[in-house]
């Protein structure tokens, strides 16, 4: 699949829609149709007819990668593949679907391999989305034309059927409006307390959450794209909003710390100090034009990873008695991670950090081999025509 972002409307907006007599821009993976009625006519003409084949297709591909990425990270967080792993498996399926080739696939699925393709040259859509599915769950899935199409639909319940495809005004998948909405779905689903992030006032403005799993575990959040690009798109005014609410409890706020001791970063005395300095920095930070600056959010994805790494480490080695870890199966025996050394624990969560990192280089990997591809045969359609000699026969 071809996740580019839609093509803008007239007068040089390219990736945004006219709201009234404003241009709204396309957040990275908003769950939102541009031109809906030229996306209609599109998935009308070339999707409708064969979607049977088009789910056989994704089924198809699932069916390829399955085993591949179950050996690649057969449990995520004490859960066994597909549970959890909506990401990657969504990731995976975009990258195949670009590569495989009609032959590779059954027949019926090579239908739909080439409907899809055949709409996506006519101008049609596919772009990867995220957001609130239902007020239920955090969604990765697909936007194609005007269809909502899951392809790990299996990840939560793993019974369901593995692709779901529904018109996308039907499918109740909403952007995230702002932090207080994603910390609605995140305390519902994920079972997380939420709470302002008044530890490390540097981050606030970009990653204004603390996060409180039920084992106790400390997460800052929420450095993806999506929600960096919404903060920041608004000139840190969510993230404001959501650090003017009551400081962090005392309790949390001095075990985050003891969390972060002698990490490099610059604590605040107490919650009601880390408050004044989070939002002063949203001051700053927009002063600055740090919202502005593209360069940024890469910087603070790499600072949060370093963050929650250094928490994880933390909890790991002082696990909370009241909330004992789930267990993680390792050639066919069950662990119970509490009783786990602190030194496997924390080899655990290394190897779980760099199953992600492998992942996402070997996602990466095969969108540059398809590069490499398109950039050949370019090259070749582009050289001179040279005449073969033909042998000539000697009488």
């Known amino acids: 699949m071809d996740c580019a972002v839609n093509p803008g409307v007239s007068g040089g907006h390219k990736g945004r829609m006219r709201v009234g007599n404003w241009l709204t821009p396309l957040l990275p993976n908003e769950p939102r149709i541009l031109h809906p009625e030229a996306q209609a006519a599109l998935t009308a003409t070339y999707l409708l007819p064969v979607l049977p084949a088009l789910e056989t297709c994704l089924l198809a591909v699932r069916q390829q990668l399955d085993p591949e990425l179950e ?22 399926v975009q990258e ?7 032959p590779q696939l059954p027949a019926e699925a090579a239908i739909g391999l080439q409907a899809l393709r055949a709409f996506q040259r006519a101008g049609g859509t596919v772009r990867q989305v995220w957001g609130d ?3 239920q769950y955090f969604q990765n899935a697909f936007q194609i034309g005007t269809l909502y199409v899951d392809v790990a639909n299996d990840t939560v319940t793993p019974t369901k059927p593995k692709v779901e495809i529904l018109p996308f005004d039907q499918a109740q998948f909403t952007p995230i409006r702002d932090f207080g909405h994603f910390r609605q779905i995140a305390s519902s689903y994920w079972q997380h307390e939420v709470y302002p992030n008044h530890v490390l006032p540097a981050l606030a403005p970009h990653c204004p959450l603390i996060h409180v799993s039920k084992t106790g575990r400390i997460q800052l959040h929420e450095a993806t794209q999506y929600m960096l690009a919404m903060t920041r798109g608004q000139g840190f005014a969510p993230s404001e909003a959501l650090l003017r609410e009551a400081p962090l409890p005392q309790a949390l706020f001095e075990q985050a710390c003891r969390a972060l001791k002698d990490a490099g970063h610059k604590l605040p005395r107490n919650p009601a100090h880390g408050q004044r300095l989070a939002l002063q920095q949203c001051h700053q930070q927009r002063e600055k034009r740090w919202h502005l600056d593209p360069s940024r959010p890469n910087l603070i994805v790499q600072d949060a990873g370093r963050v929650n790494l250094r928490f994880a480490r933390w909890h790991n080695a002082n696990p909370s008695q009241e ?17 786990l050394s602190v030194d496997a624990k ?6 779980q950090f760099v199953d992600q990192e492998i992942a996402r280089l070997q996602a990466q990997l095969a969108a540059m081999q398809t590069a490499r591809n398109a950039y050949v045969s370019a090259l070749k359609a582009a ?3 040279v005449e073969k000699e033909l042998g000539s026969d000697s009488n």
């Open 323 to 339: 909330n004992p870890m789930p267990t993680i199966q390792i050639d066919n025996i069950a662990y119970n991670l509490d009783s």
């Open 71 to 92: 050996r690649l990270q057969p449990m995520k967080l004490g859960k066994p593949y597909p549970l959890g792993q909506c990401l990657e498996i969504a990731e995976a």
């Open 346 to 351: 924390a080899q655990l969560q290394s190897i």
């Open 96 to 102: 195949r679907v670009r590569s495989v080739d009609g």
């Open 133 to 135: 599915l239902r007020g």
């Open 383 to 385: 050289l001179p025509v």
